[in-house]
């Protein structure tokens, strides 16, 4: 084992959630506590950035304290305590969040989330009164690419500050997504198009259009700036501090390594180049 010396390092906070979506990634189960999860960020923050993520972390408002600890200043949430308890936007607000992130789904919503689009949309408006911005995330498969104009068109409409497109993917608590539905590589190459007509549409500076990194390559660039930092810059740590390459990756078998006495120690054979993403190389059966 060797101490991991890359940069970025996402805290699993929770696996609890106040929803059942059939897309989570999440196959981890356990919550920290909130004085394990503060000592332990308060040992990391010296050498990383760190990054609390949940399933859902608004179920525990304990781990605020963390948050301004690392100085956090976005969360992501499916957006239903928001809804039913606007207080807490202000809470949000007194601990330096500055962004919340909020999934809707356009085009396959209503087959993997219970989550209402009213709801996505009222708090992306309430939330504005609190000087918190929103980016709705979007999970694309091969059911609903074509429509990624529209979708982009609708995002801004609504007044959220961006989008970003996640792969729909059989990972953690989504092994029962229909394995038809993920993208296949001639599909990819025009949601690319499709992307790119999108980002000259609007101003980067006003409304920012991105996309998960599970895309891997645009082949319709001649040049593209991908990346798979998984285990090599970046790392995931679960409840019972096990250490995984990427956050999509947090399953039983997925382990690279652990966390001893406030040190992240993972295995000195693991390797990725980055030239694929590590995760969709794994759900296709390292093809």
């Keep these: ?92 607000s007194d601990i330096g969040i500055k962004h919340i992130d909020m999934s809707y789904h356009f085009g396959i919503h209503d087959d993997i989330s219970k989550v209402k689009f009213q709801i996505i949309e009222d708090n992306v408006k309430r939330l504005l009164k609190y000087n918190i911005r929103s980016e709705i995330r979007t999970t ?77 390559r645009d082949l319709t660039k001649e040049h593209d700036n991908f990346e798979c930092v998984a285990g090599t810059k970046s790392v995931a740590i679960t409840p019972d501090l096990k250490v995984y390459p990427c956050f999509f990756l947090t399953s039983p078998g997925y382990e690279i390594g652990y966390v001893d006495d406030g040190k992240i120690l993972i295995d000195s054979e693991f390797k990725n180049d980055g030239e694929k993403c590590l995760t969709r190389k794994i759900v296709r059966g390292g093809k």
Aim: aromatic share 14%.
């Design 1 to 92: 084992m060797v101490e991991f010396n890359g940069t970025d390092v996402i805290i699993m906070t929770c696996s609890d959630c106040n929803t059942d979506c059939k897309h989570c990634y999440i196959g981890y189960s356990g919550n920290y506590s909130a004085n394990d999860l503060y000592n332990l960020c308060l040992k990391l923050k010296e050498k990383y950035h760190i990054f609390l993520n949940g399933t859902e972390i608004l179920l525990h408002e304990e781990y605020f304290e963390t948050i301004k600890l690392i100085k956090q200043n976005y969360l992501l949430t499916n957006g239903l305590k928001l809804y039913k308890n606007e207080i807490l936007m202000q809470k949000l």
């Design 140 to 216: 694309i498969s091969s059911k609903n690419y074509k429509l990624l104009e529209s979708i982009v068109d609708k995002v801004y409409e609504i007044g959220a500050e961006g989008i970003k497109f996640t792969n729909y993917m059989q990972l953690g608590n989504a092994m029962n997504l229909d394995y038809n539905n993920m993208m296949k590589d001639d599909e990819l190459n025009q949601f690319f198009k499709y992307l790119n007509n999108a980002r000259n549409k609007y101003d980067i500076n006003k409304f920012r259009i991105r996309r998960c990194g599970s895309f891997e």
